[in-house]
């Protein structure tokens, strides 16, 4: 079973920065596409950003386009979601997952492997 492990949450002010990072224990990440998703207290889990294996591929909800980017770094196996003018509505927690067919899904549940997360809090 692949672990994935989400880091770089915690307690930031509104119009702050942070990158949240995600690799996996045991395996490698090739091959696969990373998808992150947020929770927020009270509502459904939704879709932040994804990539594929190969960096080309990216898509971010269209609510968050020019404030968060999804980026790889092969060579440390970790994906990395930086996040800018963060907004109290930020808060959540984060949630890294991973496709073995190197697709990008919306839908969390679609996903191989999932984390456990990671919380956000930004204050105002």
């Known amino acids: 079973q692949v672990q994935m492990v989400e880091s770089g949450g915690g307690l930031v002010k509104a119009g702050d920065s942070l990158r949240l990072s995600c690799t996996a224990s045991e395996r490698t990440f090739r091959n696969y596409a990373l998808g992150w998703f947020r929770q927020a207290p009270g509502k459904e889990r939704e879709f932040v950003a994804g990539?594929?294996?190969?960096?080309?591929?990216?898509h971010t909800a269209d609510s968050l386009k020019g404030r968060f980017t999804v980026s790889w770094d092969n060579a440390k196996n970790t994906v990395y979601l930086q996040m800018s003018s963060l907004k109290p509505e930020d808060t959540a927690v984060y949630y890294c997952?991973?496709?073995?067919?190197?697709?990008?899904?919306?839908?969390?549940?679609?996903?191989?492997?999932r984390g456990r997360g990671t919380q956000v809090t930004v204050s105002a």
């Open positions: 990539i594929d294996w190969s960096g080309r591929i990216t």
């Open positions: 997952a991973a496709d073995g067919y190197n697709n990008i899904y919306t839908s969390y549940e679609s996903y191989d492997y």
